[in-house]
């Protein structure tokens, strides 16, 4: 997916992106600039599962380059990483799904400044079935009637997914936690607004370990991120409506927009940056911060050169 | 003159001592009210506003992070901590009783203690690697062996956690079972008893406080444990219909959530009103246990 020539960079590109600013955040900055803890050199990145392997790679990349400064990351979910952000303990929030108007209240009450949002890049949800399943596409409606409370449909014969490996031929729902961004979003963008998931679903803490019960499930259906795809699992084109064209998640599907359930990964600070946490974030705007997503599998926000 | 002044030294020592050994004696019953106090008083103020408590014990709906309607209700969480808990006890018991029996009573030398060194290794493997145990070798023993769609469930947690509980139940039961005088067996040998006889009347009524225990500090694990059953029921809040469903616990769900939940709103205080629940069962597990206890002893005095 990504071409050789993306992968040269020269210490000019580098250069060219640091001194861009890289400001993708709306939100003014609430009063006077905060005292960062950045200044102490460390920063400590918290939050969402689907981001994390991404946060890893860029904190090794960029402490190659700058000895000087120390990234600690951490997953545990998009909640995880806000819930740090508004109680002081996390620099830089990774979430997976917008912060919600109660969370960007309580950061304005506790912080004394709103939490600003950072577009770091793209993520396809992909719709992953057992290796088995027979099942060639889905489309989001059918998803909605799986896994939305009410739903009527519990069996692989109702969408002509049943195989002999699955011989109850019952549908087994995987999901997230909910403290997962993944779990916020695809509830908005497959069941639609107001409707909530059917209980009884397997609610699994990462991405990664939605792919693997999958991989050993043959009955099984679940969503994460298309990043976590293994050889083990089939991840389904998606259609937007039954009879619509089913759109298989890549980088450039998700990119251009046609991939209907692509969602932005973002990065929540408290106020706008300052000091290392803002030249952290440039980088993760330049060149090199970019094509560390694509490498990843997640689809740069700005264009690789 | 060196006399008294050792001698002063040792009560001075011994006075120290004592109250060592008297501070660390309530230091425990501190410890356990000032945690029981932290949790009650996280949750109160849910409990007291907030909080319909039909409603919490008897819906099966927990959606604590609704954008619709918050549902507290903890019944399918019970149910599953419930029904995990009872299959361990099933099969943890028996075999546990029985190893206990078989090592304290049926064999020695190298046998014993090699059996005794494995089951102690088996008490020291940690529980997120039980909890992989399950997720990742039982989940596709369980599908092929029953046919069932999924094998994160009852079943599959009820077999870790019986496996988590049996080197204590065998350790305790050991110890219990070695406490009983050997003049007890000599005598029922004596009066021509078999060796079932002698475990079944002798033995085991003599050993049945220790025993008892330890059935009940293998509840207090199953019961307890988190990161495993976590892993291996399947996290799904709904109620069980049979051993085959997957279910979420009370444990695992605090371990699950408590993580993204902002001190002080509506969702933290619950999960400590869960936490204040789980600390009722277990008192409520020991005081049943001193009670048959006590039952048992004075029983033998009349």
Request: one cysteine or more; aromatic letters at 6%; hydrophobic letters at 45%.
């Amino acid at each position: 997916m990504i071409s050789p020539h993306r992968l040269h960079l020269t210490p000019i590109a580098v250069l060219v992106g640091l001194s861009t600013s890289g400001c993708g955040g709306a939100g003014d900055e609430g009063g006077h600039a905060p005292e960062s803890p950045a200044e102490s050199n460390i920063i400590r990145v918290t939050g969402s599962d689907t981001m994390v392997n991404l946060a890893q790679a860029w904190a090794e990349d960029y402490q190659g380059d700058h000895p000087e400064i120390s990234i600690q990351v951490a997953g545990g979910g998009s909640g995880v990483g806000i819930a740090g952000l508004i109680d002081g303990i996390v620099d830089m929030a990774n979430a997976s799904r917008k912060m919600k108007s109660t969370e960007l209240k309580r950061a304005e009450q506790a912080l004394g400044m709103s939490a600003v949002e950072h577009v770091v890049g793209l993520d396809a949800l992909a719709v992953y079935v057992h290796k088995d399943n027979p099942l060639e596409s889905i489309a989001i409606p059918e998803l909605a009637e799986i896994y939305g409370e009410g739903g009527e449909t519990t069996l692989w014969a109702q969408i002509g997914g049943s195989s002999a490996a699955c011989s109850r031929d019952e549908i087994v729902r995987i999901s997230r936690q909910n403290n997962s961004g993944t779990y916020v979003y695809f509830r908005r963008a497959v069941l639609g607004a107001g409707r909530e998931y059917k209980l009884g679903s397997i609610d699994q803490s990462g991405s990664k370990d939605v792919v693997a019960l999958v991989s050993k499930t043959p009955c099984a259906i679940g969503y994460s991120g298309m990043a976590y795809a293994t050889p083990e699992v089939k991840s389904l084109p998606v259609a937007a409506e039954k009879g619509a064209e089913a759109i298989t998640p890549t980088t450039e599907t998700a990119a251009s927009g046609d991939y209907p359930i692509s969602r932005p990964l973002l990065i929540y600070t408290a106020g706008e940056p300052t000091g290392a946490i803002r030249d952290y974030l440039d980088w993760i705007y330049s060149p090199a911060g970019q094509r560390i997503v694509a490498e990843i599998g997640y689809v740069p926000i700005k264009a690789v050169e | 003159m060196e006399n008294s002044v050792r001698r002063r030294v040792g009560l001075r020592a011994e006075s120290v001592m004592e109250l060592f050994v008297y501070l660390s004696g309530w230091s425990a019953i501190l410890f356990v009210f000032g945690i029981f106090f932290f949790i009650v008083r996280e949750g109160a103020p849910f409990l007291v506003h907030e909080l319909d408590l039909g409603e919490f014990f008897s819906s099966p709906n927990w959606r604590p992070d609704s954008e619709v309607r918050q549902q507290f209700g903890i019944y399918a969480l019970l149910a599953g901590t419930l029904s995990v808990t009872a299959l361990a006890m099933l099969l943890s018991v028996p075999l546990g009783l029985g190893a206990a029996i078989y090592i304290s009573e049926f064999c020695d030398g190298v046998t014993k203690e090699s059996l005794k060194i494995v089951l102690e290794l088996l008490a020291a493997i940690p529980s997120v690697v039980w909890g992989f145990i399950g997720y990742m070798v039982m989940n596709p023993i369980i599908i092929w062996a029953t046919g069932a769609p999924v094998g994160v469930n009852v079943l599959n947690g009820g077999i870790i956690l019986a496996l988590m509980s049996v080197p204590i139940i065998v350790s305790v039961g050991e110890d219990a079972l070695k406490a009983v005088p050997d003049s007890f067996r000599e005598a029922a040998v004596a009066l021509g008893a078999t060796r079932w006889q002698l475990i079944y009347r002798v033995l085991l009524p003599a050993a049945r406080n220790g025993l008892l225990a330890a059935v009940l500090l293998g509840v207090g694990r199953a019961i307890g444990e988190t990161m495993a059953v976590l892993m291996a029921t399947g996290h799904s809040v709904q109620i069980p219909s049979g051993i085959l469903d997957p279910v979420r616990t009370l444990t695992a769900t605090i371990a699950a959530e408590l993580g993204e939940t902002v001190e002080g709103e509506s969702h933290y205080q619950a999960l400590f009103v869960i936490g204040t629940v789980l600390m009722l069962i277990a008192m409520a597990v020991n005081i049943t246990a001193d009670l048959v206890v006590k039952g048992i002893r004075s029983e033998e005095r009349s």
